[in-house]
RNA sequence: CGGGCGGUGGCUCAGUCCGGUUAGAGCGCUGCGUUCGGGACGCAGAGGUCGCGAGUUCAAAUCUCGCCCGCCCGACCA
């Protein structure tokens, strides 16, 4: 080419933060909407959103949850009965003081989560261990008046998951804690490819009004952790202030065990970040909006014939199935643009696949395809009279890219993850922007602070227990209890 | 919330310091024509409350004050 070559977003290995802010923007997922910090999902943003809740709402009512919509405002009384929680949420909840221009004789929270009416309904739906479990889920929008914002990793406005139960016993609730835990793995490291860390939190970084909480973490390229969704074990605060009560099988009254759990649109900021290139986003193809884009290679003298087809055979590639369900084709017909147009297009918008069909191909009994994970540039043969081809040439090609990206994803974490044997050691880590550092671990909530203060990694989760005693906490030289992460965060 | 930078057609920006007629460019957009195997080309054309609001002035994109939004750094952040 002897034009130099456009320069439509910027690259990703000079500055990762323009560059997000360009594919969000140029890819057209989202836009700023008029209040600081909201923004708005544009049809591929959504698309996008829609096809992540698809899959993870199947796991979630697949282990045996039930949907449900709670309403979004929250009296005042209900948000300050739980202690830490409103002690938590206070500087971030936005307020509806009026109605028209009467003031409200109470204000009402705009839902920053949703415990709160949750826990209240629960209290008049318990009544007998019978009742139990509750395991709901909603999907919803929430608020909460951040200070620093960015397109879907921290919005004043999010979409999300919280899935609320009220159990039984202790022990069933910590089952379902850590249940969730693993869905919420198993989604992100299959289904949106991306290979995370999980484990509990320490008792600084929990949820307000939990007893527990354990969360999966994502490692950016950056070297910033991205905290990916949460599973909380709520003990019995909230039943004990909403009055959730039952009567087991012993004749005694009591209190219900809660959990609550959540993921929202953060993650498909994570997604973006994760396997994103210099030429735009690239897609896990079982989430993709357009797993495969089909571009006719149009010519005057061949064009009905070269339309005919290529959408034809777009069509029978739309009768394939993969992953379980139907192959999402674009046949993009727009002779408006140039091919070379769309190539660089699907491209940046992150399309796993591209089929290219032009007369020669026509000719010859094959189609170009391009596959955006890999770049590899193949041809393979169609039967362009009865629309017939070896559909594993397509479908093979998207798990192999879904393999490819997971893997990928997973060598960078495992790169991104460096043991530190002291403090300077974690603070190099972080100071160079490398990622996890891993330590034994058995320092107080002071130490925490303090690590954070001098490197400002946090402590992202909690590893498997240490059991030789003579291992000494990295920090304050103690016995270490734990393999520990820490790292600077989103 | 503190510090820094920015906001001018859809986009990227020039013009602002030093106020002065009809506010410019490239890209994009619209129309017509020629094109099309990696971001096509020609001709014609449309498109602007200069972020918002006050103030100073004969005169404000330009100076002053307040506010809003964005980006970067910090504080905060389940």
Redesign the pocket.
């Known amino acids: 080419?002897a034009?130099e070559?456009?320069k439509?977003?910027t690259k990703k290995s000079e500055n990762l933060?323009?560059w997000?802010?360009d594919v969000v923007l140029g890819c057209e997922l989202a836009d700023?909407a008029?209040?600081?910090?909201?923004m708005v999902f544009r049809p591929y943003g959504w698309s996008l959103w829609e096809s992540i809740k698809e899959y993870l709402n199947k796991r979630i009512i697949d282990t045996g949850h039930v949907n449900a919509q709670f309403p979004l405002l929250i009296p005042e009384s209900f948000l300050k009965k739980e202690a830490e929680h409103v002690k938590?949420?206070a500087?971030?909840v936005a307020w509806v003081t009026h109605g028209g221009d009467e003031k409200l004789g109470e204000r009402l929270a705009i839902r920053?989560?949703s415990e709160a009416i949750i826990c209240h309904m629960y209290s008049k739906w318990i009544n007998s261990y019978r009742d139990l479990p509750v395991l709901i889920n909603q999907w919803v929008n929430?608020m909460?008046w951040?200070?620093?914002?960015?397109?879907f990793l921290?919005t004043t406005e999010?979409h999300?998951q919280e899935g609320h139960t009220a159990h039984r016993t202790h022990e069933e609730a910590m089952e379902e804690v850590i249940r969730m835990l693993h869905v919420y793995r198993d989604f992100a490291q299959e289904d949106l490819a991306m290979a995370v860390l999980s484990g509990p939190?320490s008792d600084s970084?929990?949820?307000?009004g939990?007893d527990q909480?354990h969360a999966i973490e994502a490692m950016m390229p950056d070297g910033k952790a991205l905290?990916s969704g949460?599973s909380?074990d709520l003990g019995q605060h909230f039943a004990k202030v909403f009055d959730i009560k039952f009567l087991d099988d012993d004749q005694v009254e009591k209190y219900v065990w809660q959990t609550s759990w959540?993921v929202?649109t953060?993650i498909a900021g994570g997604l973006i970040m994760m396997h994103g290139d210099d030429?735009g986003l690239r897609l896990p193809p079982k989430i993709a909006p357009i797993q495969i884009v089909v571009v006719p290679?149009?010519?005057?003298k061949s064009?009905s014939e070269v339309l005919e087809k290529a959408e034809a055979l777009a069509k029978a590639l739309g009768g394939m199935a993969v992953f379980g369900r139907p192959v999402r084709v674009k046949f993009d017909a727009n002779?408006?643009?140039?091919?070379?147009?769309k190539?660089?297009?699907y491209?940046?918008k992150g399309v796993p696949l591209?089929v290219?069909?032009?007369?020669?191909?026509?000719?010859k009994g094959n189609?170009?395809i391009?596959d955006r994970i890999s770049g590899a540039?193949e041809f393979v043969s169609v039967n362009f009279s009865d629309y017939s081809f070896d559909p594993a040439e397509f479908t093979g090609r998207l798990e192999a890219a879904q393999k490819n990206l997971f893997e990928n994803s997973q060598r960078e974490l495992e790169s991104r993850t460096l043991e530190a044997g002291d403090i300077s050691e974690l603070e190099n880590i972080v100071a160079n922007s490398r990622g996890f550092a891993i330590v034994n671990w058995g320092g107080s909530d002071e130490d925490e602070l303090a690590i954070?203060?001098r490197t400002?990694a946090?402590l992202r989760v909690l590893l498997e227990p240490v059991k030789d005693g003579n291992i000494k906490c990295f920090y304050s030289g103690n016995p270490a209890r734990c393999r520990a992460v820490f790292a600077a965060?989103?």
């Open positions: 080419m034009k070559e456009k439509f977003i933060s323009q997000y802010i700023y008029p209040v600081k910090g909201c938590g949420f500087p971030e920053p989560t929430v909460r951040e200070k620093k914002t960015k397109p921290r999010f999300w939190k970084e929990k949820f307000a939990a909480t905290q949460t909380h959540g929202s953060r030429a290679i149009i010519f005057e064009k002779e408006q643009v140039s091919a070379g147009f190539f660089n297009h491209e940046m591209r290219e069909v032009g007369p020669k191909d026509i000719e189609v170009k391009v540039k954070k203060e400002s946090t965060s989103y």
